[in-house]
């Protein structure tokens, strides 16, 4: 097996994990769950392989019975340009059309081979399928033998669910799940688990050896250094902030614990979603506002403040008048003299600067990964970074490119949890600011650095080793269990020693009169705060600020949200909408974003069918460009839309905006025109020097400095030139795409993208009239941009569901 014609060089781990599927699938266990350190990577494709070859040598030698049930073998699975993947992939020097039936699945549920020939899916009976859940869930119109879901590549629970209730639906007799270490199956099934812990892989690497590492095929990277068994710490101390966080906690579990079925008042939630924000940052608050508003994140630190100093509660009978008379004013303080504490001058700002010092001192040449809990976190401490050391934000925030480090000890990458990055053999220390929520334990076993310190304050420090050893004895357990199904043998006790302190404690309050206490002695604290953190978990998922970027809401995705029904043709499905959001549409030969309240019937409507959820346009540009681009893009144009806000608030005005402009000798001629550059709505301005006259009105040096502005300009037009072209060509090309024929309008989009054919791209979205637009209803968010199913024509949108 070759990719991009370099052999596949499969080694121990991979032999391992492909020797222990056959024998579950001999056993007969129909449903495998996989764990495996997070990273991007396509261990799924290898298995789906993995499965036909079998298949392929028992129709080939009619030897012992297959472990591999009839129908066709499904991976599925999100992910970029499907075909551009699989086409890099041979089997000898056959494409895995030729060599093994390889086919994409359909938005329509046709399936393409490598060579663009459609065929039906019920002609290929013992066919290898891939399916992009970013085309929804068509039906094959006949059932499948097995399917391998890539868990690892679905964004949230929602899309894994989906991709089990299609396997079902198809009659999938067999489902092997290849997921990230840290997540549960969480489904009706009886799952045989078995996850690749670090304890399993030093064994293996102790006793089969290693292979070197190459490509997302083979997990060789994970034996490139012996695995540690558990993350280590870097504690500090902050005795004012671990009262007021203590103080705080208590209080909101407190608030879990009220018995009533009224969602929690708003003051109370504001108070969880700003002590979120306050304790996952480690720098300046009002720059972390900035970046939170920008990327359209919800509130910031200082509104939700606000929301929480004019919190009263009053008028509340019952449980959460209770609460208002008993836990609310703690509560309220609590929180509150956080923000003021943090605000003010963040301690924990030296404290970060400190430990980069010190990795680079005591760990050369290693590059740095600096872990945070959003994307907006991550900007603006890769913003204070740059100030502080030098350097570029923006490249801060590209990830790190496989292979030994270009930029030596000066290597630095500020990166959100959303941002998984390939295994690599070269050393790594990823950096994790705080304790990760129950929900990502498994981000400190993650197989994208060889070592991991978790950055905590010492009263979480008995939280991070119990969540540890609690995950690391949940996964021994799920082994024991399959290796008894199995017959593997008997599974030894696994020693789980005290998490390794690797920095610290250092104290941040002060000098300490203790400066050898352990991390876990520490007697101010009056009560044990891992006890409260789980209960605190919970009630912070449930007021969560969602994944998705640019949507403002901050209901969990079971909560009801604001949506407006809109019947669509040609089948008279009725689809719901945020009705705060605005969607892509279709006028004429333009290509437009508009409110949800402006549709009106007749309007071409452009939706995304399944999982992807992103805009046409954003999707065009994703495969044009590597996510470090395409980051550094967002970056950039933040950066310019910053600028320009600090010029609105300088002036006081927008024709006072103009006004300067003009002064600079700019040729804009309104000022409804320069506020679109700051809300978004149009890109940048088409004059390149409008953009340097900003720039320069803001005094912005991240912009004038080393050519940004004109690198900006050029970016700028590139995503004007596809924005026009999908008003001349998106439904023709659409059409052209669900033909299976390359046309014209195909043709014009494929040479605007840098010849990379998208009509697979083009397939990820639905172009549909509407016939009728509905009142507002709340529904539940997980529902949003999804079709229950096809109505009759004489349905309104008042009667959907």
């Not at 690749?196 to 006793?207: E, F, K, N, S």
């Not at 001629?669 to 320069?674: C, I, L, R």
Request: with cysteine; net charge neutral.
């Amino acid at each position: 097996m070759t990719d991009r014609g370099r052999t596949v060089d499969l080694g121990p781990l991979d032999r391992a994990t492909l020797t222990l599927l056959s024998r579950a699938l001999s056993s007969d266990q129909r449903s495998v769950y996989l764990s495996l350190p997070r990273g991007r990577h396509d261990m799924a494709v290898l298995i789906g392989i993995y499965l036909q070859l079998i298949r392929r040598g028992a129709e080939l030698t009619g030897g012992s019975p297959c472990p591999v049930p009839d129908g066709p073998v499904v991976v599925v699975g999100l992910r970029t340009n499907v075909t551009v993947r699989l086409a890099q992939l041979a089997i000898g020097r056959q494409n895995l059309s030729r060599a093994l039936r390889m086919q994409r699945i359909r938005g329509d549920g046709r399936v393409v081979d490598l060579q663009g020939k459609i065929t039906r899916a019920v002609d290929s009976p013992s066919g290898l399928f891939y399916l992009n859940t970013a085309l929804g869930r068509p039906s094959l119109g006949t059932s499948v033998g097995t399917v391998v879901i890539d868990r690892t590549s679905m964004a949230n629970d929602q899309s894994w669910e989906r991709a089990l209730a299609w396997a079902s639906e198809h009659g999938a007799a067999r489902v092997v799940a290849v997921a990230d270490l840290g997540t549960q199956p969480g489904s009706s099934r009886a799952w045989t688990q078995w996850p690749w812990t670090p304890a399993l892989r030093a064994d293996v690497r102790h006793t089969l050896g290693h292979r070197p590492a190459y490509g997302p095929l083979t997990s060789n990277a994970l034996l490139a250094h012996r695995p540690a068994v558990a993350p280590s710490v870097a504690v500090y101390r902050h005795q004012q902030l671990a009262e007021l966080y203590r103080t705080v906690v208590a209080g909101v579990v407190a608030a879990r614990r009220v018995h009533t079925l009224e969602p929690w008042p708003q003051p109370i939630a504001d108070a969880v979603r700003l002590l979120n924000l306050l304790w996952c940052s480690w720098g300046s608050i009002g720059r972390q506002d900035a970046w939170q508003v920008l990327m359209g994140r919800g509130s910031g630190a200082r509104a939700l403040a606000r929301s929480v100093s004019r919190g009263t509660l009053e008028g509340r009978a019952g449980p959460w008048g209770l609460f208002r008379e008993t836990q609310w004013p703690d509560l309220r303080r609590g929180v509150l003299d956080l923000y003021e504490l943090l605000y003010d001058g963040n301690p924990r700002w030296d404290l970060l600067l400190a430990l980069i010092d010190w990795v680079r001192a005591d760990r050369a040449g290693v590059p740095v990964l600096v872990r945070t809990r959003s994307r907006s976190a991550a900007a603006a401490v890769a913003e204070e970074l740059a100030d502080a050391l030098g350097g570029d934000a923006d490249s801060l925030l590209l990830a790190p490119r496989p292979g030994p480090a270009a930029g030596g000890a000066g290597a630095l990458h500020v990166l959100p949890y959303t941002e998984r990055l390939a295994w690599d053999a070269s050393p790594r220390l990823e950096l994790h600011l705080g304790v990760p929520s129950t929900l990502r334990t498994g981000v400190l076993f993650s197989g994208a650095a060889d070592e991991h310190v978790a950055v905590v304050e010492q009263s979480e420090f008995t939280w991070l080793e119990r969540s540890a050893g609690r995950a690391l004895h949940g996964w021994h357990e799920q082994i024991r269990q399959t290796a008894a199904v199995l017959r593997l043998g008997e599974v030894p006790e696994p020693a789980t020693p005290p998490l390794p302190v690797a920095y610290g404690p250092v104290d941040l309050s002060g000098p300490s009169s203790t400066p050898d206490d352990s991390p876990q002695g520490d007697s101010r604290l009056a009560l044990d705060l891992s006890a409260l953190f789980e209960d605190y978990d919970a009630s912070a998922r449930a007021i969560g600020t969602p994944a998705k970027p640019g949507r403002s809401a901050t209901a969990a995705a079971d909560d009801p949200v604001p949506a407006t029904a809109v019947l669509t043709e040609p089948e008279g499905a009725v689809l719901w909408l945020r009705s705060d959001e605005q969607v892509d549409v279709l006028i004429g030969q333009r290509y437009a974003r508009v409110p949800v309240t402006a549709l009106t019937p007749g309007s071409r409507l452009l939706r995304a069918r399944g999982d992807g959820q992103s805009r046409l346009h954003d999707r065009l540009v994703m495969v044009m460009h590597d996510s470090a681009e395409v980051t550094a893009m967002d970056t950039m144009i933040g950066f310019f839309r910053q600028a320009i806000t600090a010029v609105y608030e300088q002036r006081g005005s927008w024709p006072d905006v103009l006004a300067a402009l003009k002064n600079l000798g700019s040729e804009v001629s309104s000022w409804q025109t320069v506020s679109k550059w700051a809300d978004g709505s149009v890109i940048a301005p088409e004059d390149p020097q409008d953009i340097h006259r900003i720039a320069l009105l803001a005094r912005d040096t991240r912009l004038t400095a080393g050519g940004t502005w004109q690198r900006l300009a050029r970016m700028a037009e590139e995503l004007r030139r596809i924005h026009r072209a999908l008003g001349h060509t998106a439904a023709a090309a659409m059409t052209e795409a669900a033909r299976g024929t390359e046309g014209p309008a195909l043709r014009q989009l494929k040479t605007l993208c840098s010849g990379i054919d998208v009509s697979e791209v083009l397939e990820e979205f639905d172009l549909v009239v509407v016939r009728r637009v509905g009142g507002q209803k709340s529904v539940s968010a997980a529902v949003l941009g999804r079709v229950p199913g096809p109505r009759s024509a004489s349905s309104s949108p008042q009667e959907a569901p």
